[in-house]
């Protein structure tokens, strides 16, 4: 954050940030297939989809070493505060001595349930 504001007269600190991040960042549609999924997963969770103001799909620039094959819809509850972070650098386990999100003990909790992952944060 500080680097964008070092960089303002050249470069909109927002776009900065952006650049940094390394992907690509596009809002699907409230038609799109995959958002259509993620409201019906939300809503079945027991939680109002009226708090949800956008999905957004993410492609990195560098290709994804990981295995294709099936794949699960895991949530993860965090802070608004910790985003940019987690998409630059992903989940990450907590720096020792932290004193929040390790009710059940140190690592990087994902649930299937939406609510579950929005009680937590």
Same mark, same amino acid.
């Not at 939300?42 to 969770?45: E, F, Q």
């Not at 509850?77 to 985003?83: A, D, E, K, R, W």
């Given at each position: 954050m500080v680097a964008s504001q070092l960089n303002k007269e050249t470069i909109h600190p927002i776009q900065y940030i952006y650049n940094c991040l390394d992907c690509d960042i596009t809002k699907l549609g409230q038609s799109d297939v995959m958002s259509q999924y993620i409201l019906r997963n @939300?809503? +079945?969770?027991g939680e109002k989809c009226s708090s949800v103001t956008g999905i957004y799909k993410l492609n990195p620039h560098t290709p994804d070493e990981r295995p294709t094959g099936t794949r699960r819809l895991l949530y993860h %509850?965090?802070?608004?505060?910790?985003?940019?972070s987690i @998409?630059?650098? %992903?989940?990450?386990? +907590?720096?020792? %001595?932290?004193?929040?999100?390790?009710?059940f003990g140190d690592g990087v909790y994902l649930s299937d349930n939406f609510s579950k992952s929005f009680e937590l944060r």
């Open positions: @939300i809503t +079945a969770s %509850g965090m802070f608004t505060g910790t985003l940019l @998409i630059k650098r %992903g989940l990450l386990n +907590a720096p020792y %001595g932290r004193s929040y999100g390790t009710r």
